[in-house]
Structures are given as C-alpha cells and as structure tokens.
C-alpha cells in the first residue's frame, strides 16, 4: 500500500515570498491533517480536513497561510507571505481508523 | 501546563540496557494514546498504540496510568537501531485529533 506522498522534499524561499505544499494521502483515507514541526518540537497542528471539508483550522494562521483539499483526496497548503519564523517541516498526514494517522516525508522549509 | 509533556531526555544508554519513558498528559477525556518514533530528519511512524491494559510488541511495552494521567514505553534489550526520538500523542476531544509532545531523544551506544 503507497504511504502519503508530499512534494516538494525541501524549498528555500526568501521572507514574504510565497510558497505552496502538496500532499496526497493514503487511497481511502477520509481524514487529512497538515501539521508544522519546528526543529526540537512535536508536530503541531495547522489544519484538519474530512473529506473535502474543513473540521478544525484554529491553529492555522489565516492571514498568511491558506489550505484547500478539492475532490475529498489531494490537499495543498500554501504560505504567502512567508516569515523567517515559517522555517519548518511541514508534514502531511492522513488517518481511516480513528486517531491512528500516518504521516508522509514531509517538506523542509527554509524562509531566508 | 502543556497538554502533553515528555522528557526531552537525550537518553544515552548502552546496548541491551532497559530504557523507559514517560508522558503526561492533561486532558482527562482523552480516549486514545500512541508512541511514535521519528528518526533524524525523517516523519514519524506510527510505533504502537496503548491500551488500556497495557500492551506488547517484541521489546516495546506501553501502559497506561489514567489515575495518574500518564503513558509510558518500555524499551528491553536496546539496539542500535533503536537510537531515535520517541513522540508521544493523545487525542484531543472527539475530533480524531492528536496533540504530539516534543519527543524524547534517545541513543543507544555500543
């Protein structure tokens, strides 16, 4: 069975620039998640979806940070403008049995 | 208090030692526990769930302590391999949500 697949791996971006992440889950899995990790820190959460459709995003920063998951499958995640402080792993995850998530590579951001 | 705190160790034991560690947790509600480990620059993999009555996996046992609102992972006969940072998770309300800790790193010597 394919794992959740990310791309890009890594993006150098400079401040205020902007930057978009994808993410395609687990076949079946209904629940997405985007969590930030930041270095010597657990994943935090930015934004959970079911299907195609929002469950919590009161963790994202909304007036920089978007996300959207079209179709219920792929997600992308997208920061405009980044900060230095955006410098992260950014890991996507998706789950069928509950709370059980699985997460993929993950994007290594680097805001200079 | 964080929601959920762990030892950021780093733990540095020598092969075949017993290592364990421990996460608290503050939500009393929370119905399900994980370990995860993550290994250097890499995401990180689902290791075991916990149960209620504690549980097995080869050299890994998790118990839970809901009285005293805490995980834990023991780890026998460390390996090499075994060198990581162990994250725990607990969910957070009804909405199939994990809030993580900030991992305990651990190396395993020869």
């Known amino acids: 069975e394919a794992g959740v697949a990310q791309s890009p791996r890594y993006k150098i971006i400079e401040k205020r620039q902007s930057v978009a992440f994808w993410c395609n889950p687990i076949s079946g899995h209904a629940t997405l998640y985007w969590y930030q990790q930041i270095l010597g820190q657990g994943p935090k959460l930015l934004i959970q979806f079911q299907n195609n459709g929002v469950v919590d995003d009161s963790q994202l920063p909304k007036d920089r940070f978007s996300a959207e998951r079209l179709k219920g499958v792929d997600s992308t995640l997208k920061i405009q403008p980044a900060k230095l402080e955006d410098s992260a792993v950014y890991l996507c995850a998706s789950s069928f049995i509950a709370n059980e998530q699985f997460f993929g590579p993950g994007t290594r951001l680097t805001v200079l | 208090r964080k929601e959920v705190e762990q030892d950021p160790g780093p733990f540095n034991v020598p092969e075949g030692a017993t290592v364990a560690f421990n996460c608290t947790y503050s939500?009393?509600?929370?119905?399900?526990f994980f370990w995860y480990r993550q290994d250097c620059r890499k995401e990180p993999k689902l290791l075991m769930s916990?149960?209620?009555s504690g549980n097995e996996d080869g050299r890994f046992t998790a118990q839970l302590n809901r009285a005293s609102q805490y995980i834990s992972l023991l780890i026998r006969d460390s390996k090499l391999s075994d060198s990581a940072t162990y994250l725990c998770?607990?969910?957070?309300?009804?909405?199939?949500?994990?809030?993580f800790g900030s991992g305990t790193q651990l190396t395993v010597l020869p």
């Open positions: 998770a607990v969910n957070k309300g009804s909405a199939r949500q994990l809030t």
């Open positions: 939500n009393s509600a929370s119905q399900s």
């Open positions: 916990v149960y209620s």
